[in-house]
């Protein structure tokens, strides 16, 4: 008994704190607490996992063979434009704003563009084998198959998300990641073959993210009430998406026609780590999102740029002890990518400026769609451009410095469309 008691008034203490905290971070500091705990718990087995991944990636094929992988997953990125990604965020908007009946019909809708995608991705595997190209041929074909139904599931932790149910988010999302690596590691030891790799891939995380779906569906059925506006605003996220994610393959490509599939293989190393270190500090953007939904853009326009300030002091602290342990860490776990460290050393900087993400998140969460089209429209097309002038220039060091420009420009337009009074 005296151990609840004391427990319970370490728990009042805490709580004390975080509201003494909230004169300066103008924020709902217990909200955030409570609702960020399992996301924080979790970020470390998170990255255990994507570690183990990774090392298994790194050491168990060979580079070409890695590389190639790589540029496949890209090219089926683009093909999977069809599976309608905005309809997520769309579909979160609406759960969070109790429309939960928005779920299923924005299933549907995903799986049924998400076909067109896959007969386009198997159509061009039928090319290549037709002319003589027995790797990448059925490579096509295999994700092409499977485009619709690889991240169409997923949508369980959009649902769950809108619904506030954070912890089993985390719990769901953290058991895919598991079974996935360890059915992507078992393919690795067994089969060097891209095929096979592939397969484990996207099959494992289609499986578990219907099962988990199904069972989210089972545990919170979906209320009647549906957004009329959920498929077409959803449509409209993913146009806006659409030229983003065909930008931000344009340096894949590029590096895999310019330059082949083992220095594709030292890029996505490079920005694998920083990536990871940056998806951190996403977890504010997915525990503030039901909060930024349902206040008004004038009071965010007022409160949110300092939380942005106070976060972005500690994404450059990360960013500093990444960069000095990155040769350590390059050195003990991927040996075979030690090329890689100067440019994940300067990748760092994507660390630092994540946190103006926050800004999109408010502009998404508010439905401004006037200020995201230009945004979804400007930057790709400066990545576009600036990938197309500084690879064939500078080779890796251009794809590099092109992602550095553009998270710069990409975060001054963010700041500059919040603040937009027409927006």
């Not at 563009?113 to 007969?119: K, V």
């Not at 719990?171 to 992507?184: G, L, N, S």
């Not at 000095?324 to 460290?341: H, K, N, S, T």
């Amino acid at each position: 008994m005296s151990l609840y008691i004391c427990m319970s008034d370490l728990k009042s203490r805490f709580i004390a704190l975080l509201r003494w905290s909230e004169q300066y971070t103008k924020t709902d500091m217990v909200y955030l607490a409570s609702n960020s705990f399992w996301f924080v718990a979790s970020a470390p087995f998170s990255w255990g996992v994507s570690l183990l991944t990774a090392l298994a990636f790194a050491n168990l094929i060979p580079r070409e063979t890695y590389g190639t992988y790589q540029y496949v997953l890209s090219v089926a990125d683009l093909f999977g434009i069809m599976v309608l990604g905005g309809m997520d965020t769309a579909i979160g908007r609406a759960v969070a704003r109790g429309q939960d009946g928005s779920l299923f019909e924005g299933l549907r809708t995903k799986i049924r563009w998400g076909l067109l995608g896959g007969i386009g991705s198997v159509v061009l595997g039928v090319y290549y084998v037709l002319h003589g190209n027995q790797l990448l041929g059925p490579a096509f074909i295999i994700t092409g198959i499977l485009i619709p139904f690889w991240e169409t599931p997923g949508l369980y932790v959009t649902y769950l998300n809108g619904k506030q149910k954070f912890s089993l988010s985390i719990i769901f999302d953290f058991i895919t990641q598991c079974i996935a690596a360890m059915v992507i590691v078992f393919a690795l030891f067994l089969s060097k073959n891209l095929l096979v790799i592939l397969t484990a891939y996207l099959g494992s995380y289609a499986l578990v993210r219907s099962f988990f779906l199904y069972v989210t569906v089972k545990k919170f059925p979906p209320n009647s009430e549906r957004d009329p506006t959920v498929i077409s605003y959803g449509k409209h996220l993913t146009v806006m998406g659409a030229v983003s994610n065909i930008s931000s393959k344009v340096d894949t490509l590029l590096l895999w026609h310019l330059l082949g599939p083992v220095v594709i293989a030292v890029y996505v190393f490079a920005q694998t780590l920083p990536a990871k270190a940056a998806s951190i500090f996403k977890i504010i953007n997915r525990v503030a999102y039901p909060k930024l939904a349902n206040q008004e853009h004038t009071v965010l326009q007022k409160t949110l740029p300092r939380k942005v300030f106070i976060i972005c002091i500690f994404s450059a602290l990360a960013a500093l002890v990444y960069v000095v342990c990155a040769p350590f860490i390059f050195g003990f776990f991927f040996r075979q990518y030690l090329d890689a460290v100067p440019y994940t050393q300067a990748l760092a900087i994507l660390i630092v400026l994540q946190p103006f993400s926050l800004f999109s998140s408010a502009l998404t969460a508010q439905a401004k769609q006037k200020a995201l089209y230009i945004y979804n429209f400007a930057i790709p097309f400066v990545r576009m451009a600036l990938f197309l002038l500084l690879i064939p220039v500078f080779h890796l060091w251009g794809a590099v410095y092109a992602l550095i420009l553009v998270k710069t420009i990409d975060s001054a337009l963010l700041t500059t469309l919040f603040y937009w009074k027409q927006a």
